[in-house]
């Protein structure tokens, strides 16, 4: 058989490049929307660092009254290979658990997704933290877009935040960000 | 070093002055050899405003990012990538190598971007390592399919950087592996020697250098026998490309002058570990780097004298260190040292001026 001339290979091998990229674009598209959505409580973990560039960074966190108990298995899940179980409480979901298997997982709450849970159990009058790594921390947007969340997310001082992340759980167990939510406002991830 | 074509050049203006040879065989001689040109003033700039303009249409749409909506914004990368892949494969189609590789060159660079603008558009969360392998293999299939050294060198770049990202986390039980340059250095060298580029040669050559310490996962705990292992590899690998450059000639002697640079670096990383620390190792070093610096001057070769030369002041900066000298002595050393090193050069430089 004859090798293609070398013209020929260059436009294969960038239509391969290309399709794969809207492959990757398209698969993560549906997975996203196909996949089971859960509401998170996030917060910006420094004003200074909230809004860089053009996207809102936030961290996932919960707070509890101090002495509040850390959710067991809280030290089993690193953000590389552990599961957190996630559990529906009225408008948003709270981890309720965590584990080094999806199987384990399920058996802590309702929704398994991958990542790992960092808890700061304090006593009272201080909160206790519960902080999840899900490989979700931010969302581009454009600027105005941006500085608007930014007002609504920035947390006051030591208190919590006012937002939620939308979160869509795959059948992977992977989180991908839908959108977030704050000040009664929500902002989806569209096409356009 | 002056490559073979220089030298002949040199002979052929020689024989033809002298009557030996009819100038009008000068460019039918030359071209008779088969060497890659050099690219010239406007070639090279003709390169820097290709790929400049790879980096305008990324700022382009960064800039009218809010502008832009989300499906156009990727198009956009997407037609960026596709234009210049496309352009590539016109000027390929048309024997304009050079334009063709600096295309091809742009195509992988926009690509490049083009994984991570994909990543923030939809806000697709991934590992940055992950998507710089992914760049880098990209990379490596352009130029493959193009036939074309550059490209390779830009994948090479980007299999570096990520090699040296933080990757995912292993669980205790997954098996730790060197880092993709291990496969990548070697492959691009002997494509740098297939192709006989230089450019490639050099980025092949550092690679081949940088890939030693992604092993460190496997040999944690033994850094001095890998540096010592490192060392003798590519000690081996330089002697084998100063061996292939009569027939690679300039691809290989960059090789080799890389290569000498990484056999003398890691052999003197392996001092610093407790096994292999001490007098005897310095004194080794030394005596290695003073060979080095021979063998670069009877091979007329910069690169390897300059890793000689270098390898002589570490060397013997470690000698002075393992044997517990103050550092005023080291000082005085070092200044005697640097005089020296000072006065015989500007000896040679007067007597090459004279």
């Known amino acids: 058989m004859r090798v293609p001339g070398v013209p020929v290979r260059i436009l294969a091998a960038a239509s391969v490049l290309a399709l794969g990229l809207v492959g990757l674009v398209v698969r993560e598209g549906m997975a996203r929307a196909n996949g089971q959505e859960v509401v998170l409580p ?151 | 070093m002056a490559s073979y074509r220089q030298r002949l050049e040199r002979d052929l203006d020689d024989w033809i002055g002298r009557g030996l040879v009819p100038a009008e065989s000068r460019v039918a001689i030359l071209e008779s050899i088969g060497e890659g040109r050099r690219p010239d003033a406007a070639t090279a700039l003709a390169i820097i405003g290709g790929l400049l303009a790879g980096v305008a249409v990324i700022a382009f749409v960064a800039a009218n990012w809010g502008e832009i909506p989300r499906i156009a914004r990727f198009v956009l990368v997407l037609g960026a990538f596709l234009g210049a892949a496309g352009g590539a494969a016109w000027a390929s189609a048309r024997g304009r190598t050079v334009t063709g590789h600096v295309l091809l060159s742009v195509a992988a660079l926009v690509f490049a971007a083009a994984i991570g603008l994909t990543g923030q558009i939809f806000d697709i969360a991934g590992e940055p390592q992950a998507a710089l392998r992914a760049a880098g293999l990209a990379a490596a299939l352009l130029a493959l399919a193009g036939r074309s050294p550059w490209p390779a060198a830009v994948g090479l770049v980007l299999l570096a950087l990520g090699d040296f990202q933080d990757g995912p986390r292993l669980g ?8 993709w340059l291990a496969v990548a250095a070697p492959l691009g060298m002997g494509l740098a020697l297939a192709w006989r580029s230089q450019a490639l040669a050099h980025v092949a050559g550092i690679a081949a250098i940088l890939a030693v310490p992604t092993f460190g996962e496997l040999f944690r705990n033994e850094a001095g026998q890998l540096f010592l292992g490192a060392s003798v590899v590519l000690g081996a690998a330089a002697a084998a490309a100063r061996f292939l450059r009569d027939r690679f000639e300039a691809p290989a002697g960059v090789l ?47 690169l390897v004298t300059a890793a000689g030369v270098v390898g002589l002041l570490a060397a013997g900066a470690s000698l002075l260190f393992n044997l517990g000298v103050g550092l005023m002595t080291s000082a005085a050393v070092f200044g005697a040292a640097a005089l020296v090193a000072l006065g015989v050069a500007w000896a040679m430089r007067g007597r090459t001026r004279a």
Not at chain 1, 105 to 114: C, D, F, H, P
Not at chain 2, 172 to 179: F, K
Not at chain 2, 270 to 296: E, P
Request: hydrophobic share 40%.
């Open chain 2, 172 to 179: 205790a039980d997954e098996p730790r592996l060197p880092g």
């Open chain 1, 42 to 192: 996030i917060t910006g973990y420094d004003p200074r660092e909230l809004l860089t560039g053009h996207y809102v960074q936030f961290q996932i966190r919960s707070e509890y009254p101090g002495g509040a108990p850390c959710p067991p298995g809280h030290d089993a899940a690193t953000p590389g290979d552990g599961w957190v179980a996630l559990t529906r409480r009225g408008d948003h979901h709270e981890a309720t658990g965590a584990a080094a298997s999806q199987a384990a997982a399920l058996k802590l709450g309702e929704v398994a997704v991958r990542g790992g849970m960092e808890c700061h159990a304090r006593p009272a009058p201080e909160a206790t933290w519960v902080m999840l790594h899900l490989g979700v921390d931010r969302l581009h947007a454009d600027q105005t877009q941006a500085e608007a969340i930014q007002e609504l997310l920035r947390a006051p001082a030591g208190g919590a935040g006012r937002g939620y992340a939308i979160i869509s759980v795959g059948a992977d167990g992977r989180a991908r960000l839908k959108g977030l939510a704050a000040g009664g406002r929500r902002v989806d991830l569209l096409w356009f």
């Open chain 2, 256 to 302: 080799y002058g890389w290569l000498a640079w990484g056999a003398l670096f890691w052999f003197g990383g392996s001092g610093f570990d407790g096994d292999l620390k001490g007098v005897g190792h310095s004194i080794t070093w030394l005596a290695m780097s003073a060979g080095v610096v021979a063998l670069g001057r009877q091979d007329r070769h910069a």
